[in-house]
């Protein structure tokens, strides 16, 4: 069956350092998220991006983040410069396209990477 | 504003007792997703429902679209059902595709 993976499963990182969390959503979804859990919070939702740009975003998404789509496969979280409060487990996930089949979007998640700054 | 509620916030059970997890949202949801997440972190699709009822080996789960309430049962509970649930609500209908989650069920099962 079909997965979204997620690389590295951990990411140890200095504050102020650049991560680039990496994603492999299913192939032939449109629809592609990140999402980010603190420790003992809720799943917060940080962007969503379809046809190669940002659909929408929250306002934790600042300009420390970027997203990117650099090939045909992987789907990249960046976190310019990181800050002790960006330690949280990163989720991707991803939707095929809401029209046809389905009247609801139902999205595939990712194992997550647990990303910790010293 | 899109909202999602869980509750209990923390269950604890003997094992072999049915229990019932409680989610319920504010207006423009089309579906609502259950999942599952262990210790280790990683989150497991149980349910995606939009009317009616769905069952899986021991877990069902309910959805009353007009009441905006949904519910996940374990029957005959057991300790490897020990985790966090959480249910997120798809609110497509609004104008968004991103997920709004609850705050989640942690579940303790005991032996």
């Known amino acids: 069956e079909p997965e979204v993976t997620q690389t590295p499963s951990h990411q140890v990182t200095q504050m102020g350092q650049e991560v680039i969390l990496r994603c492999v959503p299913i192939?032939?979804?449109?629809?592609f998220y990140w999402y980010r859990q603190i420790l003992g919070q809720k799943v917060e939702f940080l962007v969503s991006?379809?046809?190669?740009?940002?659909?929408?975003k929250s306002e934790i998404f600042d300009d420390q983040f970027s997203v990117e789509r650099p090939d045909g496969s992987n789907f990249t979280l960046k976190i310019r410069s990181t800050k002790l409060e960006d330690s949280a487990m990163y989720f991707c996930?991803?939707?095929?396209?809401?029209?046809?089949?389905?009247?609801?979007?139902?999205?595939?998640f990712g194992p997550g990477t647990r990303l910790t700054v010293l | 504003k899109n909202e999602v509620e869980q509750s209990p916030q923390n269950l604890t059970a003997q094992e072999g007792e049915f229990i019932t997890i409680n989610c319920s949202y504010s207006?423009?949801?089309?579906?609502l997703h259950w999942l599952q997440q262990h210790p280790g972190g990683g989150i497991v699709s149980l349910f995606m429902?939009?009317?009616g009822k769905k069952k899986h080996g021991r877990l069902i789960a309910t959805i009353n679209i007009q009441e905006k309430h949904s519910s996940l049962h374990i029957t005959a509970s057991h300790p490897r059902d020990s985790a966090v649930y959480i249910c997120?609500?798809?609110?497509?209908?609004?104008?968004?595709?991103?997920?709004?989650f609850g705050t989640g069920t942690r579940l303790k099962v005991l032996a």
């Open positions: 996930a991803s939707s095929e396209l809401l029209a046809g089949r389905k009247s609801y979007n139902e999205q595939f």
């Open positions: 192939s032939n979804h449109l629809y």
């Open positions: 991006f379809y046809n190669n740009e940002i659909s929408e």
């Open positions: 207006v423009g949801i089309s579906a």
């Open positions: 429902l939009s009317s």
């Open positions: 997120a609500g798809d609110f497509s209908p609004s104008g968004t595709y991103k997920y709004i």
